[in-house]
C-alpha cells in the first residue's frame, strides 16, 4: 500500500510565499512522474505543475514565473514552492504520482488528500 502525506497548506496574503510537500511511502519500487493540481471552489481539478523522473518540468502558464516544481528522488518527495501568491491561487493542492512497485508492475497513479491554500488579504 502506498501512501502521500501532503503538508504546506495554510493561509498567506497576496504576495506572500508557501511551500508545499508531498512524501511517498509504503512499497514503492520505482517513481516516474510527480506533480501538483489544485481545484478552486466550483471549477474542476487542474494541473498546476508536473516533473518527470528525469527533472523535466511543466507547468500551467498561470503559475509560470512564481511557481517552482522540485523532487527529491531518494525521499520520494515532492515540492511545490509557491511566490507571488495571488487569490486566485486559492484551491485544494493535491499531489499527484505516478509508480509502480515491482520492475514488472503496471505504471499505478495516486493522489493526496488535498492541502488547503487561501490567498486573502
Known amino acids: 500500500q502506498v501512501q502521500l502525506v501532503e503538508s504546506g497548506g495554510g493561509s498567506v496574503q497576496p504576495g506572500g510565499s508557501l511551500r508545499l510537500s508531498c512524501v511517498a511511502s509504503g512499497s514503492i519500487f520505482e517513481i516516474n512522474a510527480m506533480g501538483w493540481y489544485r481545484q478552486a471552489p466550483g471549477k474542476e481539478r487542474e494541473l498546476v505543475a508536473r516533473?518527470?523522473?528525469?527533472?523535466?518540468?511543466i507547468g500551467a502558464d498561470s503559475v509560470k514565473g512564481r511557481f517552482t516544481i522540485s523532487r527529491d528522488n531518494a525521499k520520494n518527495t515532492v515540492y511545490l514552492q509557491m511566490n507571488s501568491l495571488k487569490p486566485e491561487d486559492t484551491a485544494v493542492y493535491y499531489c499527484?504520482?505516478?509508480?509502480?512497485?515491482?520492475?514488472?508492475?503496471?505504471?499505478?497513479?495516486?493522489w493526496g488528500q488535498g492541502t488547503l491554500v487561501t490567498v486573502s488579504s
Open positions: 499527484y504520482l505516478l509508480y509502480r512497485n515491482t520492475w514488472s508492475s503496471p505504471w499505478l497513479p495516486i
Open positions: 516533473i518527470s523522473s528525469g527533472g523535466s518540468t
